[in-house]
């Protein structure tokens, strides 16, 4: 099944820290979102495969929008 | 000859014989604030020139305080008028976005109760024998706002002015150590892992035009001791939500914050001299400010709690945290905490506009305390 992780909070992609292809498991940091002056982690909400990214980093991301997309079960 | 040499040389040494132990102490003190400021970056633009400003006004017979010394020409014509405090929230006006608390219009009442603080430690302070007027001063630490202490405490116990704002300042710098143990504490590992959503809201430039115009015109007919505090900080943010005089908007946040934080920083710290600083009282003072934080954050946790029962648990209690006025630490803390409990629980937001509630309501807080006082007589 295919999960899709979106941006719980607006602001700007600080770091990518997987690819496409890669395997993650729940909870693991996918990415960080630069919020308030604030780094946040943000993590994986299923344990699968990375199968596609929405952003890069530098982008501006608002409430909502695709960061990425799990296949569950890798 | 050789006796002019030796008067020469006894005017090299006379500063070390006029050098009493409560100058050693608090060059020592001064040096602490240094320390902290540089290497432990608690609130460094502030604790930097504070601590150097220690130093300054306890080396003997220099009279940096004394009329005409340059020190005491800056705190004359800064703090005594009290123009620093203003110009400082022109530019926290100009830097703080308060549209976190429009879109969440409960936040307020948590920007309300993470005031309580100030007026419990004003209680207990009056109980411990300090005069009307000193307490008032000290239960304002409990607004966990600088300008806002320095404000009222020059005002109205200017010889407590040193105590209490090293205690606000350190104080503030402390949130993310102070906060957290209280808000375990005060919640339920349940309560804890609320998550709440971000939403997409978006607020209306003319509403955020709005707000400073209301807030002033209706916070000033309500409280208008406290004028000044609010007027300066919802001109700068008018002055930034209209977009129409950007080059104000940014000098005010940078180049004047700056220049008034470094006159502000420095005349704070001569007045910790040490004949004046080193008494019992500030101790009591220190330990009554730390209070007045605590008491702060478990008023918002508990109000948060209120509204995790009326929200039938969609509200999670610990944004009750961040209605205090240090802004945006209080914030982070909250953040920090929720995703301790539950890793995808994102509070930043919703803490954003509680922590906005609180610089607001700070200074509403502090400006109806002056009128109420004024109203019983008092000031």
Same mark, same amino acid.
């Given at each position: 099944?295919?999960?899709?992780?979106?941006?719980?909070?607006?602001?700007?992609?600080?770091?990518?820290?997987?690819?496409?292809?890669?395997?993650?498991?729940?909870?693991?940091?996918?990415?960080?979102?630069?919020?308030?002056?604030?780094?946040?982690?943000?993590?994986?909400?299923?344990?699968?495969?990375?199968?596609?990214?929405?952003?890069?980093?530098?982008?501006?991301?608002?409430?909502?929008?695709?960061?990425?997309?799990?296949?569950?079960?890798? | 000859?050789?006796?002019?040499?030796?008067?020469?040389?006894?005017?090299?040494?006379?500063?070390?014989?006029?050098?009493?132990?409560?100058?050693?102490?608090?060059?020592?003190?001064?040096?602490?604030?240094?320390?902290?400021?540089?290497?432990?970056?608690?609130?460094?633009?502030?604790?930097?020139?504070?601590?150097?400003?220690?130093?300054?006004?306890?080396?003997?017979?220099?009279?940096?305080?004394?009329?005409?010394?340059?020190?005491? &020409? #800056?705190?004359?014509?800064? @703090?005594?008028?009290?123009?620093? *405090? =203003? +110009?400082?929230?022109?530019?926290? /006006?100009?830097?703080?976005?308060?549209?976190?608390?429009?879109?969440?219009?409960?936040?307020?009442?948590?920007?309300?109760?993470?005031?309580?603080?100030?007026?419990?430690?004003?209680?207990?302070?009056?109980?411990?024998?300090?005069?009307?007027?000193?307490?008032?001063?000290?239960?304002?630490?409990?607004?966990?706002?600088?300008?806002?202490?320095?404000?009222?405490?020059?005002?109205?116990?200017?010889?407590?002015?040193?105590?209490?704002?090293?205690?606000?300042?350190?104080?503030?710098?402390?949130?993310?150590?102070?906060?957290?143990?209280?808000?375990?504490?005060?919640?339920?590992?349940?309560?804890?892992?609320?998550?709440?959503?971000?939403?997409?809201?978006?607020?209306?430039?003319?509403?955020?035009?709005?707000?400073?115009?209301?807030? &002033? #015109?209706?916070?000033?007919? @309500?409280?208008?001791?406290?004028? *000044? =505090? +609010?007027?300066?900080?919802?001109? /700068?943010?008018?002055?930034?939500?209209?977009?129409?005089?950007?080059?104000?908007?940014?000098?005010?946040?940078?180049?004047?914050?700056?220049?008034?934080?470094?006159?502000?920083?420095?005349?704070?710290?001569?007045?910790?001299?040490?004949?004046?600083?080193?008494?019992?009282?500030?101790?009591?003072?220190?330990?009554?400010?730390?209070?007045?934080?605590?008491?702060?954050?478990?008023?918002?946790?508990?109000?948060?709690?209120?509204?995790?029962?009326?929200?039938?648990?969609?509200?999670?209690?610990?944004?009750?945290?961040?209605?205090?006025?240090?802004?945006?630490?209080?914030?982070?803390?909250?953040?920090?905490?929720?995703?301790?409990?539950?890793?995808?629980?994102?509070?930043?937001?919703?803490?954003?506009?509680?922590?906005?509630?609180?610089? #607001?309501?700070?200074?509403?807080?502090?400006?109806?305390?002056?009128?109420? +006082?004024?109203?019983?007589?008092?000031?």
């Amino acid at each position: 099944m295919k999960i899709e992780l979106t941006s719980p909070i607006p602001g700007k992609i600080m770091k990518v820290l997987v690819s496409v292809g890669e395997v993650v498991n729940e909870d693991d940091e996918v990415m960080k979102i630069e919020s308030m002056k604030m780094e946040n982690p943000i993590y994986a909400p299923a344990a699968g495969t990375i199968i596609t990214i929405g952003v890069k980093e530098n982008d501006e991301v608002e409430v909502d929008d695709l960061l990425l997309v799990i296949e569950e079960g890798g | 000859m050789l006796e002019a040499f030796a008067n020469g040389f006894s005017g090299l040494l006379a500063g070390f014989m006029h050098l009493q132990i409560s100058n050693v102490v608090m060059i020592i003190v001064g040096c602490v604030l240094l320390y902290l400021g540089i290497k432990k970056d608690f609130e460094p633009l502030l604790l930097v020139p504070i601590g150097f400003g220690c130093i300054l006004v306890n080396i003997p017979l220099a009279n940096l305080m004394e009329p005409h010394g340059f020190l005491r &020409t #800056i705190y004359d014509a800064g @703090i005594m008028t009290e123009l620093f *405090p =203003l +110009l400082i929230f022109v530019g926290i /006006g100009a830097m703080t976005d308060f549209s976190p608390v429009l879109e969440n219009p409960v936040t307020f009442l948590l920007g309300a109760a993470g005031q309580c603080g100030i007026f419990l430690t004003l209680g207990l302070a009056l109980a411990l024998g300090f005069t009307e007027l000193d307490a008032v001063a000290i239960g304002v630490i409990g607004a966990c706002d600088g300008p806002t202490a320095i404000y009222v405490t020059a005002k109205y116990a200017p010889h407590l002015l040193g105590a209490v704002s090293v205690a606000a300042y350190s104080y503030m710098s402390l949130v993310p150590v102070i906060q957290p143990p209280i808000m375990r504490a005060l919640t339920t590992e349940k309560e804890r892992t609320v998550v709440m959503r971000a939403t997409r809201k978006s607020v209306s430039k003319t509403t955020r035009i709005l707000f400073p115009l209301v807030i &002033t #015109i209706l916070g000033g007919l @309500i409280a208008p001791m406290g004028l *000044p =505090l +609010l007027g300066t900080i919802m001109l /700068g943010n008018l002055m930034r939500e209209s977009g129409a005089v950007e080059r104000l908007t940014k000098a005010s946040a940078n180049e004047i914050a700056n220049v008034v934080t470094l006159l502000l920083g420095i005349s704070i710290g001569a007045t910790m001299d040490g004949k004046i600083f080193l008494q019992p009282q500030t101790l009591i003072i220190l330990a009554l400010g730390f209070i007045a934080i605590c008491l702060d954050t478990a008023c918002g946790v508990l109000l948060g709690k209120v509204l995790y029962i009326t929200s039938k648990g969609k509200i999670n209690p610990l944004i009750g945290a961040a209605g205090i006025s240090a802004f945006p630490m209080s914030a982070r803390v909250v953040m920090k905490e929720g995703q301790r409990y539950n890793k995808k629980n994102y509070l930043l937001m919703h803490a954003m506009g509680a922590n906005a509630a609180g610089q #607001i309501g700070s200074v509403i807080a502090a400006a109806v305390m002056l009128s109420v +006082l004024k109203g019983m007589g008092i000031i």
